[in-house]
């Protein structure tokens, strides 16, 4: 899963517009990778 891993680094810069983004649905996957 190449998919994975690629969006295994990107969750490290999304965690300040992951706060500001929870309703849009993209960051709970990425807060759960992390």
Do not use: I, Q, S
């Not at 969750?11 to 807060?31: H, I, M, Q, S």
């Amino acid at each position: 899963m190449p998919t994975f891993h690629a969006t295994a680094r990107p969750p490290a810069r999304r965690p300040r517009t992951g706060a500001a983004r929870p309703a849009d649905g993209r960051v709970p996957l990425a807060a759960g990778e992390g």
